[in-house]
């Protein structure tokens, strides 16, 4: 019988996944397309690696493009691989179902391909520009974007990320097994060459400890076990790769698990000084308080907030992670700024450069978001609502002036 085409789902293809309550993967699909470079950029940044152990270079003193140019490409690797197996595992599950995930594994897909680009972007920039620095633009090394959470995860989305870690770890041996013999003669850095051996131990036990765990048919008590020691091997896997590629970040190194993200407190807001705009995005705000229908739905967000202080306390943490450099405006593929969020009050869209904390909320570096604070749902007794909203953004003609009066119309 022929497989379905996950381009071309059928009736009953349909009909089962709204059964099981999966929804479409086309945009992932055609993600996973586009992503297909990163093999190219791999085959590259292998050569390089070659090159380099040829010519007897050591990574800890060698030209930092390089360094650079592998270690992006690792991380697409890794982010396009995940995305990858989390697809064609819940596809070879249910064939019934191909071309359909449960909403935590397109979640979790979404989340990974979203990061590809730019990291493949940036391992072509320092492939070009023997100055590019990534570390002027993130901390290193980046975090695996946030997991998905589901109680209980699914058997074939565990089995995608155990397919993901066995891809990954084969290439992190490898690396790592090229990077060993460059610095075997490195008295200097013998202390951070055993992190490194104990790294890759600790990522490969927790690997080997779900699979086992995998093997025995689980019940769905054991999901989040296994769950927990998968992520826990990728993201170790995902860190040594960065590592090897640049190892004078091996005597900072601390993991996801122990590395402290910036906190941020806010002063005590000072109302009789309230600026209306403060909120909305500094470099659309001319643009936005020339627009009628906004200047009103600004004045009418400060009339219906029952707290304005709470809201002030939040731009504030915001400002102050800005000026701190932690966040920064979300640019497009291009490099410009991506521009203001389309609700009132129009804020602008970050995107996080190191770990840091905001209204109680970790935000993690690749991560984009933004601070929505609205009255719209006041009107029908629900709360005024203060977000900070976590999303890959995508550029709309669409405006809400989130009326809580319906004065402005549709």
Not at 215 to 225: G, I, V
């Amino acid at each position: 019988m022929m497989a379905n085409d996950p381009g071309r789902p059928t009736l009953m293809t349909r009909m089962v996944a709204a059964y099981k309550g999966e929804v479409r993967a086309d945009e992932l699909e055609a993600y996973r397309r586009a992503g297909g470079l990163v093999y190219t950029e791999l085959e590259r940044a292998e050569e390089l690696r070659l090159r380099l152990v040829q010519d007897g270079v050591n990574l800890w003193h060698g030209p930092q493009s390089a360094s650079g140019q592998l270690l992006c490409t690792w991380n697409a690797f890794v982010l396009q691989t995940i995305g990858e197996q989390l697809l064609d595992s819940d596809y070879s599950a249910d064939p019934r179902t191909a071309g359909y995930v449960p909403p935590v594994t397109s979640r979790q897909v979404a989340a990974c391909f979203a990061q590809v680009e730019g990291w493949v972007s940036r391992a072509r920039q320092a492939a070009g520009n023997t100055r590019y620095l990534v570390e002027t633009e993130l901390q290193l090394p980046a975090d695996l974007p946030e997991w998905a959470e589901a109680d209980p995860c699914p058997l074939p989305h565990l089995h995608g990320m155990l397919a993901a870690t066995r891809a990954i770890r084969r290439h992190a041996e490898v690396a790592f097994g090229v990077f060993e013999q460059t610095v075997a003669d490195d008295h200097d850095h013998q202390a951070d060459l055993q992190r490194l051996r104990q790294l890759v131990a600790e990522a490969a036990t927790a690997a080997d400890y779900a699979e086992g765990l995998l093997k025995a048919d689980p019940q769905p008590s054991l999901h989040e076990a296994i769950e927990q020691r998968l992520q826990r091997s990728l993201e170790l896997y995902y860190h040594v790769g960065q590592l090897i590629a640049m190892p004078r970040h091996i005597a900072t190194y601390q993991s996801t698990v122990t590395r402290p993200a910036a906190t941020y407190r806010s002063l005590e807001a000072n109302l009789r000084d309230l600026d209306p705009w403060c909120l909305t995005d500094p470099q659309r705000r001319d643009y936005w308080q020339a627009d009628p229908k906004a200047r009103q739905a600004v004045k009418e967000m400060w009339e219906y907030d029952p707290d304005p202080a709470a809201t002030l306390h939040i731009q504030a943490q915001i400002d102050a992670a800005f000026r701190d450099g932690a966040i920064a405006y979300a640019l497009d593929a291009a490099g410009k700024p991506l521009g203001s969020y389309y609700c009132c009050p129009f804020p602008a869209i970050y995107s996080v450069r190191r770990p840091v904390v905001i209204a109680g909320r970790l935000l993690r570096p690749m991560q984009r978001f933004t601070f929505e604070a609205s009255a719209e749902e006041m009107e029908s007794g629900g709360p005024f609502r203060r977000e900070i909203i976590v999303a890959d953004f995508k550029p709309t003609n669409e405006i809400d002036y989130c009326d809580p009066d319906g004065l402005h119309g549709d």
